[in-house]
């Protein structure tokens, strides 16, 4: 070959992985150089001309010309008699440029050039590609399922690069198969064994925080702030804003008209309820918001230990606590204070610490009911044995049993 036209040979591989025409070219001159030297020697002089319009590429090996039989240095000198055979007016002491084939180089060293091309290129692409998800961290990409394991989904964006959304960072509802589209945030980006990977997740708050800025103008436009997300993913979700514009209601704008904004939002999530409440500075205004829907009476506030007593009336109990104990787990989250819940009642009645149950009630049982706001006997027994097992994933006789030994002492 006498011109070397590999500009144009990897042209589909460099359109493939985003490598633009001038990084190409300087990687070409960068290889090529090491491979002259490698071959002439290291104080061989050369150029290597490299045409971006017609995409070729050319190596001129320049030498000094000396008498014949006084060679000492074949990468710096020629002898007169093969430089007369370029040109015939050559003298000793001049300099001849002379063009390298590729077949010159042997063909060891065509081999380790294309080795150490295809090396650079892929080191390149892995820069590429941290570089470009390192910034975009927090944002939703949209990408192709390929692969599905049991720890791990394989998704390929629109440039064809791998990125991995682990199981754990699934909605527990989610179900995907091969070639569905899936939208999931940039989470993480890591470097394992030299090489970047892009972990996606769809339960992280920042997934959430995206979708509302996709689907609520006023928040994409800074007139409506997101304070605070705290989520249990494909559960429950509460989301704390707040308008610095007195005219915009930042709840009724999030929700939409007849919840048209938010509904795709949920249907996004899986069906998770969704929350939005307005957030305020003062503490016990947002704890009453946090645990809506249920209506809150009397607020005690330790604020050194950040704890808090709510009392409410005994029908507005389960629906602080609400399923699976979400509801309360997650206004503590939002609002950074331990939240217990009271019955507010005129009716004086004795009651029991679960504690006091140790000795006939296994300690994690007890640490279970307390994991849905049930600290005592009497928050227990009232509410339905049914809905009791679901809330803390115990046995129904489990539960039955309990609910027997809180009973009986409750009735003496």
Not at 12 to 38: Q, S
Request: hydrophobic share 40%; aromatic share 6%.
């Amino acid at each position: 070959m006498s011109t070397v036209n590999l500009i144009e040979s990897f042209g589909e591989f460099k359109d493939l992985k985003n490598i633009d025409r001038v990084t190409m070219m300087g990687i070409l001159e960068d290889v090529f150089r090491g491979v002259v030297k490698r071959k002439y020697g290291e104080e061989a002089k050369f150029d290597i001309i490299i045409n971006p319009d017609k995409g070729d590429l050319e190596i001129w090996l320049n030498r000094e010309i000396v008498a014949d039989g006084e060679v000492e240095d074949e990468g710096r000198q020629i002898a007169l008699r093969e430089a007369l055979k370029i040109e015939p007016d050559f003298e000793v002491g001049e300099e001849v440029s002379q063009e390298v084939k590729i077949n010159d180089f042997g063909r060891r060293n065509i081999l380790s050039l294309k080795q150490n091309l295809q090396s650079r290129i892929m080191e390149l692409e892995k820069d590429h590609i941290y570089t470009k998800y390192k910034e975009r961290v927090g944002e939703i990409i949209t990408g192709e399922v390929y692969q599905i394991w049991k720890r791990e989904t394989l998704v390929l964006d629109d440039e064809g690069n791998e990125l991995i959304m682990p199981k754990d960072q699934h909605i527990k509802t989610d179900f995907f198969k091969k070639g569905d589209t899936v939208r999931a945030v940039v989470w993480k980006v890591e470097m394992r064994n030299n090489s970047p990977v892009v972990l996606l997740s769809r339960t992280a708050p920042e997934f959430l925080e995206k979708l509302f800025e996709q689907e609520v103008p006023e928040v994409a436009d800074g007139l409506i702030t997101i304070k605070r997300i705290v989520r249990e993913p494909g559960e429950r979700a509460k989301v704390a804003v707040e308008s610095y514009d007195d005219r915009i209601d930042p709840v009724g704008a999030c929700v939409g008209m007849k919840g048209s904004r938010i509904h795709g939002i949920v249907r996004e999530l899986r069906n998770e309820n969704i929350d939005v409440i307005n957030y305020t500075a003062n503490e016990q205004l947002l704890i009453q918001r946090a645990l809506s829907p249920a209506k809150v009476g009397e607020i005690k506030l330790d604020e050194a230990n950040k704890r808090a007593e709510v009392y409410m009336k005994p029908d507005q109990v389960a629906l602080a606590i609400g399923k699976g104990g979400h509801n309360i787990k997650l206004a503590g989250k939002l609002t950074g204070y331990d939240i217990d819940v009271y019955r507010d009642s005129d009716e004086v009645t004795d009651d029991v610490d679960l504690d006091e149950f140790k000795d006939e009630i296994e300690p994690w049982i007890i640490e279970a009911l307390k994991g849905i706001g049930c600290d005592t006997a009497r928050m227990v027994v009232e509410i339905p044995a049914e809905e009791l097992a679901k809330r803390t994933d115990l046995e129904e006789e489990t539960v039955a049993e309990v609910l027997k030994v809180l009973k009986l002492e409750l009735s003496k």
